[in-house]
């Protein structure tokens, strides 16, 4: 290859997630439970999180490594000052073909507009459920469903593309699937379902409390029968399937019952700037030394290439074969999922 780096299974870098803040609005349980984020959580410095300006040049760098999509995540990324600063940053940046958000949608209503401007085309808003009573007992009683809507409608009115992440766990809201279905099929958002994931040390994780991908299928396809749809490209993370009346879209991401490390191409950056190149990463690689103590690009250039060449990460194919260790894990609030 001749720009880029491929890791110990030959899987190029291609993407990379950057986490603007680990802060949140919300106490999604599955996240940020509220007895382990509570006041007195030790959360980041704002002097130890990186700068816009440093973020723009460890995005430069990656793209040269071979990066050609940007997602902003957090924590709650639109709690970061001045979000649209950065997006423009990037946006205007060569070689980057896509950037897009992921965003818990309680902030977007007034903030759709200016991202829009700063040159944002997609946006993916997480949402539970439509009923308002399991929505606050799933988000630690902090956000409503009419404030996530009326960011979802913002969001498609301003013109961004919008995609809907819904958490299925069983107990909690698998009876929102076929509301949740219909509902974004209506309004022609493509709605992705994920599996409940084990990652970090504080969601008390359950294999019985995962709704399968299997099961979320069945339950849709008997009312509103699905065909399997051929990926967009190699990697993609949701399986896609289309309703069969109308070719609307759906996905399932599925890493707990069918796993896709195989093709696993995404690098994460905390906001303080570690590198993790798995969601169940132990420990981070601090970049933020890197980019501080040197003004030669190709210094942090050379330490990414290493650990990416390095990686030998499969975590879920290893939690499918029960293989996968015991250990501490990286919080999901750190590194933005
Ligand atoms: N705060 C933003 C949001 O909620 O969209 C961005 C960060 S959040 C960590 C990114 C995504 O991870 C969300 O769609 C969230 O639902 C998902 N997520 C968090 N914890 C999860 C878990 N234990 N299993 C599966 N998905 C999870
Ligand atoms: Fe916040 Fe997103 Fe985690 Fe929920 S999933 S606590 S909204 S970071
Ligand atoms: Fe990628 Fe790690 Fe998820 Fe596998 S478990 S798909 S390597 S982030």
């Known amino acids: ?25 919300f106490r999604c349980r599955y996240c940020m439970p509220a007895e382990i984020f509570g006041p007195d959580y030790p959360f980041l410095s704002s002097d130890s999180i990186l700068t816009f300006e440093e973020m723009e040049r460890l995005t430069a760098i990656f793209v040269a490594l071979g990066v050609q999509k940007v997602r902003i995540t957090g924590g709650e990324p639109l709690l970061r000052k001045d979000l649209p600063e950065l997006v423009a940053r990037i946006h205007q940046m060569d070689g980057v073909e896509d950037i897009a958000i992921t965003t818990n949608g309680s902030m977007l209503k007034h903030q759709a507009q200016d991202l829009v401007r700063a040159g944002l085309k997609r946006v993916t808003v997480s949402l539970d459920s439509l009923n308002d009573e399991r929505f606050r007992e799933l988000n630690g009683n902090r956000g409503k469903v009419k404030r996530v809507l009326e960011g979802i409608q913002a969001a498609a009115d301003a013109g961004l593309k919008v995609k809907i992440n ?16 219909k509902y974004f099929k209506e309004r022609q958002h493509i709605l992705r379902f994920i599996e409940y994931m084990d ?36 990697g993609e993370v949701a399986t896609r399937y289309q309703y069969v009346d109308d070719e609307q879209e759906i996905g399932i991401i599925s890493s707990v019952t ?11 950056v905390s906001a303080e700037g570690k590198l993790y190149t798995c969601l169940f990463a132990t420990n981070g690689f ?29 975590y879920s194919d290893d939690r499918a074969n029960n293989r996968a260790r015991k ?7 750190h590194i933005g999922g």
């Open 166 to 181: 819904m958490v299925v766990q069983k107990g909690k809201n698998e009876q929102d699937i076929l509301p949740m279905a």
């Open 199 to 234: 990652v970090g040390n504080s969601n008390g994780w359950k294999m019985e409390e995962v709704v399968t991908k299997k099961e979320i299928l069945e339950t849709i396809h008997a009312v509103m029968p699905l065909k399997a749809v051929d990926p967009n490209y190699v």
């Open 286 to 314: 601090d970049l933020r030394e890197c980019l501080r103590s040197s003004d030669d690009d190709a210094v942090v250039k050379q330490k990414i290439f290493d650990v990416w060449n390095h990686r030998v990460d499969r």
């Open 327 to 333: 250990k501490s894990k990286v919080e999901m609030s």
């Open 1 to 25: 290859m001749k720009h880029g780096v491929l890791d110990q299974w030959q899987r190029p870098l291609r993407d990379l997630r950057l986490s603007v803040t680990d802060r949140c609005n």
């Open 258 to 268: 069918d796993s896709f490390c195989a093709n696993c191409s995404r690098a994460r």
